[in-house]
């Protein structure tokens, strides 16, 4: 099993950036896809963006191209979404989660972070 876990979140305003790390613990991170999610209150969880295991493919969901990145670092065993030019609507609980093939539904990843927060103050 792998264990992923958020760093990186925290307040940032309009216009500003933040990082969010997912590192993992058990078994190492290469061996899966990964995908970061968020939840909003009173919203669904959506995906953000997404990783194939060699870090090749990406996907990013159509409200952050151009403003986010997701990369990784398996020699770090890490994945990093760069989050840039944040909006308010940005603001929502943000998580790691690690599967078999990147993929827009919940359940088709096995594990999960416990999420961190990013607020976005206008």
């Known amino acids: 099993q792998v264990q992923p876990v958020e760093s990186g979140g925290g307040l940032a305003q309009a216009g500003g950036s933040l990082r969010l790390s997912c590192a993992a613990s058990g078994r190492p991170l290469r061996n899966y896809a990964v995908a970061w999610f968020r939840q909003a209150p009173g919203k669904e969880r959506e995906l953000v963006a997404g990783v194939n295991r060699n870090g090749i493919i990406t996907r990013h969901t159509d409200s952050v191209k151009g403003r986010f990145i997701i990369s990784r670092s398996n020699a770090q065993n890490t994945v990093y979404l760069q989050m840039n030019s944040l909006k308010p609507e940005d603001t929502a609980v943000y998580y790691c989660?690690?599967?078999?093939?990147?993929?827009?539904?919940?359940?088709?990843?096995?594990?999960w972070g416990q999420g961190t927060q990013v607020t976005v103050s206008s």
């Open positions: 989660a690690a599967g078999n093939v990147v993929d827009e539904r919940t359940y088709m990843y096995d594990y």
